[in-house]
């Protein structure tokens, strides 16, 4: 029944367009130079972009799919696929005129009523301007003379900035889907917070809205000057319907001396019905470098959506006595398969990385972990501790774990914890009896479970997960 | 209050309750004695309805409705508590964030607002001292790691938090120690008024010494087939079960 909701709302179409000034006609399907010069020309993008698109491109034709997943992925037919979304037309105008039972979904998860217009896909302009906390919070932000704007701006207005750090973390040739990104990438944020600034809010609330926006191949960049902090928030709790089924983003992350950077993702992209039918492919890549001395970051990732997540947050540990933490809830229900995890790299001396990771796998789901520390020769007293928890709910799904150690120096310290657990059905009747229903057993367990990473997310955003990880799970026991 | 025809239940295809029959009314105490693998946990789990088992034939009616239509939850909200024979642990889940979930699930079904931080503290405090439950229970996961001992005393603190109307002791006595069962033996009396009724499974008179029954029923092979005053307790205490088996199976 609940489960029946959940899917009727994912099924709604709100997806909505760019901006108001690419009302645009569509290019047709199919990806070739032409294509990456189009949607370049049509961004209005200097040469130097131009050339770094044409050249991923040309690098990517060389490419295979990476296969080495604990994940079945049928072939993409990358040719079938149009890359330049067009803006959405006959977008509803109130809140009267959206689905009631998305708008039922979106109460559950308590998202405040600009958040619910702009995610229904009312015009976006109407729905900044209802949202007054805008111009004030561009202003503080403008004063201490922080950059916080969509990567299109970034490259016509910061375009040395873009041009240093840019692949500075994430090479073109990375992977298969970086340079498909690369080459085709849409738009995305771009942060820069300057030397000795503590950026004062989160970079988040009023701004996801805009994190819907950016589509299938989305491009995110954040340097963190010396002595700098920012925490960065992104995604949406809501639950995301878009026709693009393929996902292929990079996230970058520069860390410099001193700084620290707080990552948070909630990725609730639509994970296909009960069948496994549809449903986001979702193939990212983020990495960040601790690229100073005592430079910290620090990734927070909830992901319940997708139909398939490859994932992997990594960082670079360059820095001496710089530090990482990946901390991750990773729920697969249903059909879905996820392979997500991270990659610790320890350069400097007495770097430090802790990982947690609890995957919650329920239905016909498979979930795995996929972690590498690798310690090189010359990170003396490189620390790393991991701990990896499984969660079973059934006896159909999958939990996998697959570490990996490269330690190459002596002094180096690498601990690896790993428990798998169930919830059994002797503990939803206890729950039943003292008059909680299923579906709120669950989310007590799955949510004390988790607890340990919700509570490093934003306040507001944890409420919203805590609820997100219930309504995920909604009919998988009993 | 409660009345159950002619139970018959299964689990896994094997019948265990095998038409059993009980009244019990407003203020009443009924305890009920029989030999190992009688059938007296299972007439605890078929009145929760645990989904374990399989109710073939027979009717259940509490306050005037047919349980076997609700489900463990409704049950529960009704004003149906067990004392759990095994309480299971919960890893993760707070005492606190339980008994509030449960508390406000109650008040839900019953049609009122959520319980107030201050009342519900005060409510748990006072519950707390009735039973002698020490702080640092509360304050971990539930029955994590508890002794079995401690479980018991968490399940009477349950019920003094959710104030049922028909309570199921199922062997709450087996695990206390002799300060522990007078303890909780003596919450359960305050906790007894004329409106409520309890239902006490138990091995040993010892027990009933404290919860003074008012029947004593003897569940053998899915039946109860002999029901008397305190005094069959003691009986029982004194020559076993083989007497009622011959009468029984002599039949
Ligand atoms: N899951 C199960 N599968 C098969 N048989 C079961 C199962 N659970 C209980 N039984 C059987 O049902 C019968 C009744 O069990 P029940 O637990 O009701 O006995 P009891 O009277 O409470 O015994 P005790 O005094 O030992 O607690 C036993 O023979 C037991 O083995
Ligand atoms: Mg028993």
New interface residues.
Partial sequence: MAEDILHEVTQTDYKYGFTTDIETDIIPVGLNEDVVRLISAKKKEPEWMLEYRLKAYRHWTTMKMPEWAHLKIPEIDYQSISYYAAPRKNAPKSLDEVDPELLNTFNKLGIPLEEQMALSGIAVDAVMDSVSVKTTFKETLAEKGIIFCSFSEAVEHHPDLIQKYMSSVVPVTDNFFAALNSAVFSDGSFVYIPKGVRCPMELSTYFRINAVNTGQFERTLIVADEDSYVSYLEGCTAPTRDENQLHAAIVEIVVHKNAEVKYSTVQNWYPGDKDGRGGVYNFVTKRGICKGENSKLSWTQVETGSAITWKYPSCILQGDNSSAEFYSVAVTNHHQQADTGTKMIHLGKNTRSHILSKGISAGLSNNSYRGLVRVNPKADNARNFSQCDSLLLGDKCGAHTFPYMEVNNETAIVEHEATT?KI????I??????????E?AVG??V???A?EVLNKLPMEFAVEAQKLLQITLEGSV? | MLEIKDIHANINGKEILKGLILKVNPGEIHAIMGPNGAGKSTLASVL?????FEVTHGSISFHGKDMLEL???QR??EGI??S?QY??E?????MV??MR??IN??RK?RQLEPISATDFLRLMREKKELVEMDNKLTNR??NEGFSGGEKKRNEIF?MAM?DPDLSILDETDSGLDIDALRIVANGVNKLKTDKNATIVITHYQRLLDYIVPDFVHVLYDGRIVKTGDKNLALELEEKGYDWIKKEVDGE
């Fill in positions: 657990s059994s059905e002797d503990q009747f206890y729950c039943n009896q003292r008059g909680i229903s299923t709120d007590l367990i949510n004390g479970y607890k009993g | 929760t309805g645990n989904p374990a489900s463990p939850e529960a909200n508590f067990l759990f309480p299971v919960i890893p993760g889940v707070s964030n339980f979930t449960a699930e109650q079904y996961s539930v349950q959710l």
